[in-house]
């Protein structure tokens, strides 16, 4: 049988303190680390806007974007607008053509019909302020699943749809937005650039 020797109330109090400092500098230790590898980690990319560093500017002919709260933010005198993605984003995009500026959407009504309720934001976003109301509406010879009025290209309509190739037309009233479904906010950002005078 071993006999366990006995300690002193001095050698007990010893092994104690050295157990707190050994504890103690561990904890100090993580708490250094984790604090350090986060700010590594959350200082990382800019890229494609990802970072939600307001200092984040670009240029684009003149025109101030900042980068804001996940938005690129162009202030126009009064007019704040917001977009997802910046021109320079989207200046390999479509050819357009022939499209109408923002004026004509001035105190008017504008309709909309889409299939992304991403593309679909860009639009209220940033010509809600501009237009007298909007309303979500079918094109007239469509098949529609909701109770929305029936419009034509005789009224202003951005209809945003899906396809395989993309491209943003205007036919009369009527603003095609078509494309991927994952690059349509994109394309609706290139449309409202467009609109601008900004590309």
Same mark, same amino acid.
């Given at each position: 049988?071993?006999?366990?020797?006995?300690?002193?109330?001095?050698?007990?109090?010893?092994?104690?303190?050295? =157990?707190?400092?050994?504890?103690?500098?561990?904890?100090?230790?993580?708490?250094?680390?984790? #604090?350090?590898?986060?700010?590594?980690?959350?200082?990382?990319?800019?890229?494609?806007?990802?970072?939600?560093? #307001?200092?984040?500017?670009? =240029?684009?002919?003149?025109?101030?974007?900042?980068? &804001?709260?996940?938005?690129?933010?162009?202030?126009?005198? +009064?007019?704040?607008?917001?977009?997802?993605?910046?021109? &320079? %984003?989207?200046?390999?995009? #479509?050819?357009?053509?022939?499209?109408?500026?923002?004026?004509?959407?001035?105190? %008017?009504?504008?309709?909309?019909?889409?299939?992304?309720?991403?593309?679909?934001?860009?639009?209220?976003? =940033?010509?809600? &302020?501009?237009?007298?109301?909007?309303?979500?509406?079918?094109?007239?010879?469509?098949?529609?699943?909701?109770?929305?009025?029936?419009?034509?290209?005789? +009224?202003?309509?951005?209809?945003?749809? %899906?396809?395989?190739?993309?491209?943003?037309?205007?036919? +009369?009233?009527?603003?095609?937005?078509?494309?991927?479904?994952?690059?349509?906010?994109?394309?609706? +950002?290139?449309?409202?650039?467009?609109?601008?005078?900004?590309?």
């Amino acid at each position: 049988m071993k006999v366990r020797r006995l300690s002193s109330k001095e050698d007990e109090e010893r092994k104690r303190k050295r =157990n707190m400092y050994i504890v103690g500098g561990i904890l100090i230790f993580v708490l250094l680390f984790s #604090t350090l590898g986060y700010s590594l980690q959350s200082g990382g990319s800019t890229d494609n806007g990802s970072n939600t560093d #307001t200092s984040i500017k670009v =240029n684009y002919k003149g025109y101030e974007f900042n980068y &804001q709260n996940n938005y690129w933010v162009l202030q126009l005198g +009064d007019l704040v607008f917001g977009f997802a993605y910046n021109p &320079q %984003q989207t200046e390999d995009g #479509t050819t357009l053509e022939n499209i109408s500026s923002i004026s004509k959407y001035s105190g %008017q009504p504008l309709y909309i019909s889409s299939v992304s309720p991403s593309a679909e934001q860009e639009v209220y976003r =940033n010509l809600d &302020q501009i237009v007298l109301r909007r309303q979500y509406a079918c094109l007239e010879g469509e098949n529609c699943t909701g109770d929305y009025p029936t419009k034509t290209c005789e +009224d202003n309509f951005i209809i945003i749809k %899906q396809d395989i190739v993309n491209s943003i037309v205007e036919e +009369d009233n009527c603003v095609y937005i078509i494309g991927k479904y994952e690059d349509l906010p994109k394309l609706t +950002d290139e449309f409202l650039f467009k609109i601008m005078g900004i590309q």
